[in-house]
C-alpha cells in the first residue's frame, strides 16, 4: 500500500487506529514480559456481541483499553458510556474481572504491572 498502512490497518476504522496502536503496544509489553498470551477480540457473552480487547477466559480476566478519554470519544459520551457501564457489569456478574486502561497507563507501564498482579495476585499491587 502506498499510503505506509500495513493491510490489516487499512480495514481498521481510522477512530480505531490510536487505540489499535495503543493494544499492539500493550501486546508486545505482554509477550516481552513473559505472560501468558491472551486471546484479543474474545467475545465474552453468549448473546450480546461484546468483545475484550484482551482476554485470558482460564481465569476470567480481561483488559479494556480506553481511548479518546481526553478528545471526548465514544466512551466518555453519554449513549457510548451507558453502553461501557452495561457490558463491564454483565461482565462482572459473569464473573469477569476487568482492568480498564487508558493510553497513559499503558505508556507508563501501570497497566503491564496491574496484568502481572491480577494474573498473579500473590504479586502485591501494581503500583504508580
Known amino acids: 500500500m502506498t499510503d505506509g498502512l500495513t493491510p490489516d490497518q487499512g480495514r481498521v ?16 509489553a505482554i509477550a516481552q514480559a513473559g505472560l501468558p ?24 480476566l480481561a ?3 480506553e481511548g479518546g478519554i481526553y478528545s471526548g470519544g465514544r ?6 458510556f451507558e453502553r461501557d457501564l452495561e457490558k463491564y457489569n454483565a461482565a462482572t456478574l459473569a464473573g469477569w474481572r476487568v482492568l480498564r486502561l487508558s493510553g497513559g497507563m499503558i505508556r507508563s507501564g ?13 504479586g502485591g499491587a501494581p503500583g504508580p
Open 13 to 28: 476504522p481510522m477512530r480505531r487506529q490510536g487505540r489499535r496502536k495503543l493494544e499492539d503496544r500493550l501486546a508486545a
Open 37 to 60: 498470551t491472551p486471546i484479543r477480540e474474545h467475545r465474552f457473552h453468549k448473546f450480546r456481541l461484546w468483545r475484550f480487547d484482551f482476554a485470558w477466559p482460564e481465569v476470567l
Open 75 to 80: 466512551h466518555t459520551r453519554g449513549a457510548g
Open 110 to 122: 501501570y497497566a503491564l504491572r496491574a496484568i502481572t498482579v491480577a494474573l498473579n495476585p500473590r
Open 63 to 65: 483488559v479494556e483499553v
